[in-house]
């Protein structure tokens, strides 16, 4: 149990002992805390940022992707079947690698302007799921107060993992769904209907070494810079 759980728990058995206003409290993340406890997930995924990770995923058909990711400098990249996307300093870039390859860049992402979702438009066909799409699903449900939530552990390439089925998430790209998270707050699976799409994510391999080769772009690809001056 993560350190944030086991004080929040620990917080209201004190509340619930001092005013004998609580009948029970579910230690599995039920009743009271479980909106708290999807809370917990969605802080553990935004703390991720500042990790420096690499991790495969297989998508439903067999087809793999990867997330890849470094603290100093700040970037990512999203290898996926046909294409990549590439979040620096320098530029957003998306690449498509059908013959002939083209990677388009666009202007750098911030934290008050992050990538399009169109930039991902490749990826989404492919049925992957970026990290920020989840922890935007997670958003969503701690804010309904409606939501079931089902919780269980699990370990997921060698990395222990909460996971939580969610039902009926309202105002969100998927009301159903089942997401694990491994304890650094990355994402370790994904079930569910997104935008009408299924979408089947399991991560295979984990790892803190990066190859540079991540962030490079596809050689002889024809560069498209749509940057502003």
């Given at each position: ?39 917990d997930l969605a802080a553990q995924m935004t703390s991720?940022?500042d990790l420096t990770y690499e991790a495969n995923y ?51 992402a911030s934290a008050a302007s992050p990538p399009p ?113």
């Amino acid at each position: 149990m993560p350190v944030f759980r086991r004080r929040l728990a620990t917080a209201v058995l004190l509340l619930c002992a001092a005013t004998a206003g609580c009948s029970e409290l579910d230690e599995s993340g039920q009743g009271l805390t479980r909106n708290d406890l999807v809370a917990d997930l969605a802080a553990q995924m935004t703390s991720a940022a500042d990790l420096t990770y690499e991790a495969n995923y297989q998508l439903a058909g067999g087809e793999q992707a990867t997330v890849a990711q470094t603290r100093k400098p700040a970037r990512t990249a999203y290898v996926y079947p046909g294409g990549k996307v590439t979040v620096t300093a320098e530029a957003t870039t998306e690449c498509r690698t059908a013959k002939p390859t083209t990677c388009t860049m666009t202007a750098p992402a911030s934290a008050a302007s992050p990538p399009p979702a169109a930039v991902f438009a490749g990826a989404d066909e492919t049925g992957m799921v970026t990290p920020a799409t989840v922890l935007t699903l997670l958003n969503a449900a701690v804010l309904d107060n409606d939501v079931e939530v089902d919780q269980h552990d699990t370990t997921i390439a060698g990395r222990h993992a909460t996971c939580v089925q969610l039902t009926g998430v309202d105002d969100a790209a998927a009301r159903d769904f089942t997401t694990c998270i491994t304890n650094e707050g990355v994402l370790g699976s994904f079930n569910g209907i997104l935008d009408q799409t299924r979408v089947d994510v399991a991560m295979t391999h984990y790892t803190e070494q990066v190859e540079e080769a991540m962030f490079e772009l596809p050689k002889a690809a024809k560069l498209i810079d749509r940057r502003a001056n």
